[in-house]
T-cell receptor
Framework: KNEVEQSPQNLTAQEGEFITINCSYS?????LHWLQQHPGGGIVSLFM???GKKKHGRLIATINIQEKHSSLHITASHPRDSAVYIC?????????????FGTGTSLTVIP | KAGVTQTPRYLIKTRGQQVTLSCSPI?????VSWYQQTPGQGLQFLFE???????NKGNFPGRFSGRQFSNSRSEMNVSTLELGDSALYLC???????????FGSGTRLTVV
């Protein structure tokens, strides 16, 4: 059983396209994180969400707690956005306090 | 300010040996968490420490252990290494464990 499901697994886009990556989870959470991992392994935390929507530059993350769903959007995609994007959730304190990770979405942006 | 520092970057060990990995968090961060990443299982949570106390532990066998020192630096230890322990081990630090996380570059462990 996967507590976190991401889609799509792989995504290829032309530079400038609008991109959406989806994340669904099955546990009660205290927070959801979007992570970016470039080749070589380094991970950068993009967003931490517990409700609503956050924006940072061309990146937008939304979460719907009732539907247990989050989306990461990239506007005007660029080749430097090519990376693996990982959704992670932290269970609530009363339900286990564990971290669960999606399997990642590998994004390639073609110039 | 300095980021999260993990040492060593690369390590090769023999099956049956033990290994200790180190993580120095960002100054002022009191929470350190550890993760294992493999091609087959992806990212998995190992444990989390806050102010020298283990606050949370993932589903790993007792061969995996850790600790945190008074200066917030953390170590994780894996005893009786198995081939399947070959992985990228990442640590992350945060102010209080419920704010944003900053990840280190990881230690790539190869067990032969």
């Amino acid at each position: 059983k996967n507590e976190v499901e991401q889609s799509p697994q792989n995504l290829t886009a032309q530079e400038g396209e609008f991109i959406t990556i989806n994340c669904s989870y099955s546990v009660g959470i205290s927070a959801l994180h979007w992570l970016q991992q470039h080749p070589g392994g380094g991970i950068v935390s993009l967003f931490m969400l517990s409700s609503g929507k956050k924006k940072h530059g061309r990146l937008i993350a939304t979460i719907n707690i009732q539907e247990k769903h989050s989306s990461l959007h990239i506007t005007a995609s660029h080749p430097r956005d090519s990376a693996v994007y990982i959704c992670a959730v932290r269970e609530g304190r009363n339900t286990g306090n564990q971290f669960y990770f999606g399997t990642g979405t590998s994004l390639t942006v073609i110039p | 300010k300095a980021g999260v520092t993990q040492t060593p970057r690369y390590l090769i060990k023999t099956r049956g040996q033990q290994v200790t990995l180190s993580c120095s968090p960002i100054s002022g961060h009191r929470s350190v968490s550890w993760y294992q990443q493999t091609p087959g299982q992806g990212l998995q949570f190992l444990f989390e420490y806050f102010s020298e106390t283990q606050r949370n532990k993932g589903n790993f066998p007792g061969r995996f252990s850790g600790r945190q020192f008074s200066n917030s630096r953390s170590e994780m230890n894996v005893s009786t290494l198995e081939l399947g322990d070959s992985a990228l081990y990442l640590c992350a630090s945060s102010l209080a464990g419920r704010s944003g996380y900053t990840f280190g570059s990881g230690t790539r462990l190869t067990v032969v």
